[in-house]
């Protein structure tokens, strides 16, 4: 898995749990912290697709 890929999951399980700990206070800016933890997860998602786009590219180029 790509270096900013799980940069960005550990982001995302932060901002969950910051989210979560918002919401139990009463605080609504939780709802920065959940829209944080969709953006990072689309970032992870991206980066992973990504890696495995170039890695079949690589594999489908031919030797030499």
Do not use: D, Q
């Not at 829209?35 to 030499?64: C, D, H, I, Q």
């Amino acid at each position: 898995m790509p270096r900013l890929a799980v940069f960005a999951l550990v982001v995302c399980a932060l901002a969950v749990a910051a989210a979560v700990v918002a919401f139990v206070e009463g605080s609504l800016l939780g709802i920065v912290w959940v829209l944080l933890a969709g953006l990072t997860s689309n970032m992870a998602w991206f980066y992973v697709r990504k890696a495995k786009a170039e890695k079949a590219a690589r594999a489908a180029r031919p030797a030499g």
